[in-house]
C-alpha cells in the first residue's frame, strides 16, 4: 500500500489539523516511509534526504517515546523536541495514530503516522475545542443539527432543555413531529420548520431571527416564542450534510413588545372623539382579539348624561351597557337605546364596584373605570381559553382603562365646562402688569361679545435688562377655544423669547418658525387649519436711558406715536408677513421717544367696525390721543367710548398707552476703558466712587469683585474697547459690554483650577444676572437690591 494513501486513510483523532501539520508515515520499525510537504517546510528535510532514515534523526536520544514537562500537553499530544536539518531543535506539539491496512496488508506489521505541529497551531486547536465544548454545553442558545432528511441528529443541552424530554426520546425525530402546532410569524417566510429548513438546504441561504410560535413538548399549553436562526453544514468537499438550527427563548420580550405595541396603539385610537359611546367602543376594538377575547364596557348612568358620577356610598350606581366586543367579531355596541345591566352580589362586577379596585378571577378581569378618585364605569376582559392574566398583561389593562377613563371624563366635562372655560381664557390676559421705571402704561381689552368670550387678542409688557421694557401686541384668528390657546402659547412664547433680549426683528423672526413648525405639525386630516398661521403681532422695545424705542410687526397695524409737543403720526414701520407664513424677513425701525412721548399699540378690532374703514378708526384714535396729557385711563375709555359706543362686535378690541419716562444723568455712570489688565484696577476706582457719590457704600464691596470679575473676563476673552455702565433703578444695575460674541457659563471649578469661578462668584453677590447680545458684541448685567434702609432710587425723571 502506498504511503500517502495510507497516510489518508488513517484513522486520525488527534487534537491537531493534519492540513498544516508535519505529518511522517512510521513503517513497524518506526523507519520514515512518508514525508509531507508540510513536514519539509516545518522540518526542513526533503522527502530524497529522510526517507528511509530511523525515527532517531528527528527525535534525539532520550527524548523519543518521552514526553517534556507537561506545558501544552492536552488530549493526547505530547511536546517534544524535534531536530530540525540545520542542526537546532524544534519543540513542537507532537501525536501519532495507527495506520489503517487494506487486504493486501494482512499478515505485514501494523505501521502509524506521526503529526507533529507548531505549539501555537496546537493551542489554537484547543481553544477551538473549548469554544465548541463551551456551545454543546454551557451555551443559553439551543443548538440542534438536522441532517439532509430533516431528522435530528445531534443537540446541545441548552436545546435538550427546552424540548424537556431526555435526549435518546427524540433523537431521529423530524422538525414539525417536535412542534406539531408551531408555526413561524416573521412576515414574508414560510411558516412550517420543514419548509423553512428545506429552503436553506436548497439554497444554502442563510435565515437569521425568525419567530417561530408554538408549544414545548414539556410545556403543553402555554405558547412561547423563540428566535431562531438556520444556516446550511458543509464537509471540507462541500458535500451538503444538513441544517443547524439555533434558537433562543424570547417570550417575555416578545409579550413585552406586543403589549408596547397595543399601548401605542391605544394612544392613537382611543378617544378621537368626544363621544363617550365611541370612546367605548374603541377600548373593545383595541384589546380584542390581541388580548382578551371578549371585552364589556359598562358606564353609571349620570356619565352618560354628562353629569358627576354617582358617589358610592353603599348604594352601588346604576350601570349601562355600552359597549361589547368579542374575538368572532359579533356585531360590537349596545342594543338601540342602550341597555341597564345588573350585576348579582358576589360577581366580579359587584366586587369590583363595591371595593373601587381591579378583581380577577381565572380568565376573567375587572378593572374600573376612575377619574379624579370617583368610579365611572367598569371594564370587563375575559378570555375563552383557561390562561390567567399576568402581571405584566394585568399593568397593560389598567393603563388602557386609564387612557379610556381619561377621555371619557374628557368627554362628560366638554359641555359642563364649557362656560368655566371661557373664565379661564380671560386669566389668559395679564391682569395687573407690573409698574415699570420706563414707562406709565394703562390698558384695556374686548372680548367681541359675551358669548365668543376671549379670542385670540394680547398685549403685554415686560420688563427687560437695563431698565427696558418689551411691549407687545397681538391678534389670533378666531374666537373661542383654540384662538385663546393658541393666544396663550404665543404671549408664553414671546415673553420667553423676550427673556432673551433678542432685538424686536430677531424675536419675531423666531416667532414665525415656531408658528410655521406648529403648522407642519398638525396632521393632513385635522379638519380645520391652525389658528396660529397668519397671527399678527407688534413688538417693540424702550430703552429710558438712551429715550431710543426699536419696534418690528408681523403683519400688524403699527402703532400710533404723540411726541411730548403733541405731534402725531405712525411711524413707517415695515408691515413684514403675518407669523407662519413666511418668505420675508422682518426689519426693525429705531425711533427717538423723548420723555412724556405717548405710544399707543392696539388691535384691528379697535378700529375697524362694519360701518367704517380701518383710516377712519385711525383718524379717530389720532383724535384722541392729541388731549395726550390727560391720565392714560382716561384716554383709554375715551378711545373705547368713540371707537366703540355700541361694545365690539365683530372682533376682539385691544388697547395698550404707553407714556415714556427717562433715567437723567444723576442715574446712569458710564465710562469707556481699554481691553488691557490695568482697566480692571480702573474700573473697581470708578465704581466705588459713583457708589460714594450715590450713599451706596455698603454696596462697595460686592460691587467691587462683580466689576473686576466681569472686566477680567472681557479683557481676557475680547476686544476692546469695553464699557461699564452703574444704573440707579429700582435696584442697582452694573453693566459690563465687550466686542464679544461668545456665551459665558456658570461653572463649577475642581480645587486645583487656576480660574473658571469669576461668574460662580458673581451669581452668589447679585439677584440676577445675564447676557444680552448687540451687533457690537454683548453686555453682561447684574442688579443687587438696596440696602433695606436706603430710601431707594427716586422716580425716573418726565
Known sequence: MNAWNAAESADFRGPLDVTRAATAVLDAQDRIIGWSPAAQRLLGYTPQEIIGSPLETLLPAGSAGAAHPPEGSLSGSQVHTLRHRDGRMVRMAVTTCPLAQTSEDAGTEAAR??????????????????????????????????????????????????????????????????????????????????????????????????????????????????????????????????????????????????????????????????????????????????????????????VLEGEEPEPVDGNLPTLVRVATRTADHTPDGPPPGLHRVEYPPGSLQYRSLSSGGMVREESTMVVPLRAGGTLMGLVTFLR??????????????????????????????????????????????????????????????????????????????????????????????GHGLQAAATMGRLRTTVRALARLDLSPDELLSRLDDLVGQTAEDQPATAGTDDVATGVTCL???????????????????????????????????????????????????????????????????????????????????????????????????????????????VDDSALLLVRTRELGPRQVAAWELPAEPAAVGKARELATGQLREWGLEELSYATELVVSELVTNAVRHAAGPLHLRLLRDLTLLTEVSDTGHTSPHLRHSASDDEGGRGLFIVAQLVQRWGTRYTPEGKTIWTEQAFPPHYPGAPRPAG
Open 113 to 302: 503516522v506521526l503529526v507533529a505541529a507548531e505549539l501555537d497551531e496546537h493551542r489554537m486547536w484547543e481553544s477551538r475545542q473549548a469554544m465548541l465544548h463551551g456551545l454543546a454545553t454551557q451555551s443559553p442558545v439551543g443548538l440542534g443539527i438536522y441532517d439532509t432528511e430533516l431528522r435530528l441528529t445531534w443537540a446541545n443541552t441548552a436545546y435538550t432543555r427546552e424540548i424537556g424530554l431526555p435526549v435518546e426520546e427524540f433523537l431521529g425525530a423530524r422538525a414539525d413531529e417536535l412542534y406539531p402546532d408551531g408555526e413561524f410569524v416573521t412576515e414574508g417566510y414560510p411558516r412550517t420548520l420543514e419548509d423553512v429548513m428545506h429552503h436553506v438546504l436548497d439554497t444554502g441561504e442563510p435565515i437569521l431571527d425568525l419567530h417561530f410560535v408554538g408549544q414545548q413538548p414539556s410545556d403543553p399549553g402555554t405558547d412561547h416564542v423563540w428566535s431562531c436562526s438556520y444556516y446550511r453544514l458543509q464537509d471540507a468537499y462541500g458535500r451538503v450534510l444538513g441544517v443547524c438550527e439555533d434558537a433562543f427563548d424570547i417570550s417575555g420580550r416578545y409579550q413585552a413588545q406586543r403589549r408596547l405595541n397595543l399601548l401605542v396603539e391605544a394612544g392613537t385610537r382611543i378617544g378621537t372623539t368626544l363621544d363617550m359611546t365611541v370612546t367605548a367602543r374603541e377600548i373593545t376594538e383595541v384589546a380584542v382579539p390581541d388580548f382578551a377575547s371578549m371585552v364589556t364596557v359598562d358606564l353609571v348612568r349620570s
Open 384 to 477: 375563552t381559553t383557561p390562561s390567567l392574566f399576568d402581571k405584566g398583561e394585568i399593568e397593560l389593562a389598567d393603563e388602557l382603562v386609564i387612557r379610556t377613563a381619561v377621555c371619557l371624563d374628557n368627554a362628560r366635562r366638554f359641555t359642563r365646562e364649557h362656560t368655566a372655560a371661557l373664565t379661564l381664557q380671560r386669566n389668559l390676559l395679564p391682569q395687573n402688569l407690573p409698574a415699570q421705571s420706563a414707562v406709565d402704561l394703562a390698558y384695556r381689552y374686548l372680548p367681541s361679545d359675551d358669548r365668543a368670550g376671549v379670542g385670540g387678542d394680547w398685549f403685554d409688557v415686560i420688563g427687560l435688562s437695563g431698565t427696558r421694557v418689551g411691549l407687545v401686541v397681538g391678534d389670533v384668528v
Open 539 to 649: 413688538y417693540a422695545v424702550y430703552d429710558p436711558v438712551s429715550r431710543r424705542c426699536t419696534m418690528a410687526r408681523a403683519g400688524h397695524l403699527p402703532p400710533a406715536v404723540v411726541d411730548a409737543d403733541g405731534g402725531l403720526h405712525f411711524p413707517d414701520l415695515p408691515a413684514g408677513p403675518p407669523l407662519g407664513l413666511g418668505g420675508l424677513p422682518f426689519e426693525s425701525l429705531e425711533i427717538e421717544l423723548p420723555a412724556g412721548s405717548l405710544i399707543a399699540l392696539f388691535t384691528d378690532g379697535l378700529v375697524e367696525a362694519r360701518n367704517r374703514d380701518v383710516d377712519e378708526g385711525l383718524d379717530i384714535l389720532g383724535r384722541v390721543l392729541s388731549e395726550h396729557r390727560r391720565p392714560l385711563d382716561e384716554l383709554c375709555d375715551q378711545a373705547l367710548a368713540e371707537l366703540l359706543p355700541d361694545g365690539p362686535a
